[in-house]
């Protein structure tokens, strides 16, 4: 029987290349199968994990910088140092061009820079405001 141009004789798992024998012919991969440890085995699950990991590894590095942002904000903040200068910023390894959203200030070289829940504003050529908004990104 030839369902979808294959016949059940010719139909191998996607993922670990089984043969899938006299099946439905429309079966792409093995039956799920559960280990000793309770674990189950699913080659769908892990096939589409994989085709999946290089989106997730693209923006896994970014997500890391945005938090990494967030948490030096948030303890320059909490210690009350919300004036900073971009050289206190830069050595606390912050990344100012990883804004979530970031706006010009009218016709200034000045700019007004998101990071989840602060907004840093710039007040002069070297200095910071760090605003806590409730507006979360």
């Not at 199968?33 to 769908?44: H, L, Q, R, Y």
């Not at 970014?62 to 030096?72: A, V």
Request: proline share 2%; aromatic share 12%; charged share 30%.
């Amino acid at each position: 029987m030839k369902v979808n141009g294959s016949t059940n004789d010719d139909n191998f798992c996607l993922y670990c290349g089984t043969p899938l024998g006299e099946v439905h012919g429309l079966r792409r991969f093995c039956p799920n199968t559960i280990a000793e440890d309770g674990s189950v085995n699913s080659c769908k699950d892990d096939y589409h994990n994989a085709m999946k990991k290089p989106k997730r590894d693209a923006t896994k590095g970014i997500s890391k910088i945005h938090y990494d942002n967030f948490l030096i904000l948030h303890r320059l903040y909490k210690e009350g140092n919300n004036i900073v200068t971009w050289e206190k910023l830069k050595n606390a390894g912050f990344r100012v061009e990883f804004s979530i959203v970031r706006k010009r200030i009218d016709s200034t070289d000045y700019f007004d820079a998101y990071y989840i829940q602060y907004l840093l504003k710039q007040i002069n050529k070297t200095d910071f405001k760090i605003i806590e908004h409730e507006e979360q990104f």
